[in-house]
């Protein structure tokens, strides 16, 4: 596969791999790849989404190397609980979604081996920026994290 592919199959394994009883991401349904709003349609929640929604790519020089600034949204989608459970707040245990982003986060940061790796299997030269955002809409509380990626270099068109 070519340096984007690599990299959304990368992350969707990190954190599909984290899912499950005893896991870091235990209580997570899936992890999806594509539309937030399709996403925001399943009933199986919580559920943890993959978005490309854009990018760049500079030429370092001519007709050789390409690197790419990749930007992906990380979003984990939870139900909105009533006002005194909200799931955003409640830190009784860990069924809170603020609890589980933490958690998300860890599982991005950790290959599927569960060591820590930043590297994305080569697939990228290192992760360039983070920032996060929530929104409460309808039933639903999302914590929708940007990430922009810089890929490693790749000689033109030899993507």
């Known amino acids: 596969?070519?340096?984007?592919?690599?990299?959304?199959?990368?992350?969707?394994?990190?954190?599909?791999?984290?899912?499950?009883?005893?896991?870091?991401?235990?209580?997570?349904?899936?992890?999806?790849?594509?539309?937030?709003?399709?996403?925001?349609?399943?009933?199986?929640l919580p559920i943890i989404n993959i978005q490309l929604t854009g990018g760049e790519e500079e030429v370092d020089s001519p007709n050789l190397y390409v690197f790419d600034n990749m930007a992906l949204q990380i979003s984990l989608i939870h139900t909105k609980l009533d006002q005194v459970n909200n799931t955003l707040y409640k830190t009784s245990d860990s069924t809170g979604i603020l609890f589980m982003f933490e958690k998300m986060l860890n599982a991005i940061d950790n290959d599927t081996s569960d060591a820590v790796n930043n590297t994305f299997s080569a697939t990228t030269n290192h992760l360039a920026r983070k920032s996060y955002r929530v929104d409460e809409t309808g039933?639903?509380?999302?914590?929708?994290?940007?990430?922009?990626?810089?890929?490693?270099?790749?000689?033109?068109?030899?993507?």
């Not at 984007?4 to 990190?14: M, P, S, T, Y």
């Not at 984290?18 to 349904?29: H, N, Q, Y």
């Open 1 to 44: 596969m070519g340096v984007k592919v690599d990299l959304i199959v990368e992350l969707h394994d990190r954190l599909n791999t984290a899912i499950g009883a005893g896991k870091t991401l235990f209580g997570v349904k899936r992890v999806c790849i594509g539309s937030i709003e399709e996403a925001r349609k399943q009933n199986d």
């Open 139 to 159: 039933d639903n509380i999302i914590i929708t994290l940007d990430m922009t990626f810089r890929t490693k270099n790749v000689i033109t068109g030899a993507r």
